[in-house]
Nanobody, 124 residues
Framework: QVQLVESGGGLVQPGGSLRVSCVASGLTFSRYAVGWFRKASGKEREFVSAISWNGINIYYADSVKGRFTISRDNSKNTSSLQMNTLNHEDTAVYYC?????????????????WGQGTQVTVSS
């Protein structure tokens, strides 16, 4: 079956960096867009970043633009989100999602598959 598994979450100090990754299985990864969303406690799930199936289109939420970098490695069925200069507002569970031939939508209803999420906590 299709599985998306996030990893790399943890505790980091403000201003620090963290890389979260998503490994996909059970699908032809190169045909899928990959999106990253996050959900902070008490808040709705929000779009963070996405990369289209062909890697041409990349999108970032304004709140992370310039700090986060999304990438994909089709040979490893993996997408990574490099997060720099983290602040308290970045604390959330981070989820990856996959969308067949997707261009990278910010709307979560568009996405076909979801991972379980990985916790990122920014605290001093």
């Amino acid at each position: 079956q299709v599985q998306l598994v996030e990893s790399g979450g943890g505790l980091v100090q403000p201003g620090g960096s963290l890389r979260v990754s998503c490994v996909a299985s059970g699908l032809t990864f190169s045909r899928y867009a990959v999106g990253w969303f996050r959900k902070a406690s008490g808040k709705e799930r929000e779009f963070v970043s996405a990369i289209s199936w062909n890697g041409i289109n990349i999108y970032y939420a304004d709140s992370v633009k310039g700090r986060f970098t999304i990438s994909r490695d089709n040979s490893k069925n993996t997408s990574s989100l490099q997060m720099n200069t983290l602040n308290h507002e970045d604390t959330a569970v981070y989820y990856c999602a996959a969308d067949l031939y997707g261009l990278g939508s910010k709307y979560y209803s568009t996405w076909d598959y979801w991972g379980q999420g990985t916790q990122v906590t920014v605290s001093s």
